[in-house]
């Protein structure tokens, strides 16, 4: 079994890292939305003293997020090209 990363699907996420690094450097290197974006930061997401619905700050994140994903032709990610996704990179 060959567990390397497929070089066309290393190619797609290089280029989402480039993608994030535009971003950062567009907000000043800010990096404002940060707290958010971390597997150990659900707390930031998450309003658990509201029975656990997301917080006001991360809802309004959403659309910016989504935008700025389809701008970059991300968003659509599982559509067919012909409706403005990119080409999905093969998976092995």
Not at 19 to 27: E, I, K, N, P, T
């Amino acid at each position: 079994m060959d567990f390397n990363i497929p070089a066309d699907l290393q190619a797609y996420l290089d280029e989402l890292d480039r993608l994030h690094r535009r971003r950062d450097q567009a907000d000043g290197g800010a990096r404002r939305h940060i707290r958010f974006f971390d597997h150990r930061r659900e707390w930031a997401r998450t309003d658990f003293d509201n029975d656990g619905l997301p917080r006001p700050e991360w809802e309004a994140l959403m659309p910016e997020a989504k935008d700025k994903a389809d701008a970059a032709g991300h968003y659509r990610f599982s559509l067919p090209p012909s409706s403005g996704a990119r080409t999905a990179p093969t998976c092995g």
